[in-house]
T-cell receptor, first 114, second 117 residues
């Protein structure tokens, strides 16, 4: 199917290298953040989340860093693999939401070169 | 187990027509969300259901858009008098509860690609 995000910023990395994808958020009231991966023709897939009372959280091959001072999030992927190629979105959940509605950022396309 | 499913996967319609998009959430998930994703952008929230009721419809762009979830499971997004600007991928997500606790992950379906000619 048609690719998601034809006009997105692109990060190109060599297989095996580490990747860092950045995201800025605007609402200082946001207290819960999530990174999603979206492959072409599919819905977003949860990768990792973090609360605002933390500045780092690690998963399998992924680490999310949160800098509340400058309202910045980053996703680090270790030993990037071809299967990591996708569009990555950060999302925030604002503290005044009763539910879990998410506000997504604009996304970054990650391309992994073999 | 089965994930979130959406039908149809693609829908082509003419300007002015009425369309319905269906979402089957994961069984037992009480919270259901609709998002819209335009090309090159992240998903944008449309409406959120807790059970059968729409708890927040603040993201619906205008009164041509409406969604229902009559039995607290399947949901239908309805668009009247479609316009070319409605062309997008419509994503549905569900979560076990609506809360904001850890591990309350939203599981997304593959989306319905709507094209209005």
């Amino acid at each position: 199917g048609e690719s998601v995000g034809l006009h997105l910023p692109t990060l190109s990395v060599q297989e095996g290298d580490n990747s860092i994808i950045n995201c800025a958020y605007s609402n200082s009231a946001s207290d819960y953040f999530i990174w999603y991966k979206q492959e072409s023709g599919k819905g977003p897939q949860f990768i990792i989340d973090i609360r605002s009372n933390m500045d780092k959280r690690q998963g399998q091959r992924v680490t999310v860093l949160l800098n509340k001072t400058v309202k910045h999030l980053s996703l680090q992927i270790a030993a990037t693999q071809p299967g990591d190629s996708a569009v990555y979105f950060c999302a925030e959940n604002r503290a005044n939401n009763a539910g879990n509605m998410l506000t997504f950022g604009g996304g970054t396309r990650l391309m992994v070169k073999p | 187990g089965a994930g979130v499913s959406q039908t149809p996967s693609n829908k082509v319609t003419e300007k002015g027509k009425y369309v319905e998009l269906r979402c089957d959430p994961i069984s037992g998930h009480t919270a259901l969300y609709w998002y819209r994703q335009s090309l090159g952008q992240g998903p944008e929230f449309l409406i959120y259901f807790q059970g059968t009721g729409a708890a927040d419809d603040s993201g619906l762009p205008n009164d041509r858009f409406f969604a229902v979830r009559p039995e607290g499971s399947v949901s239908t997004l309805k668009i009247q008098r479609t316009e070319r600007g409605d062309s997008a991928v419509y994503l549905c997500a569900s979560s076990l509860t609506p809360g904001r606790e850890w591990d309350n992950e939203q599981f997304f379906g593959p989306g319905t690609r709507l094209t209005v000619l």
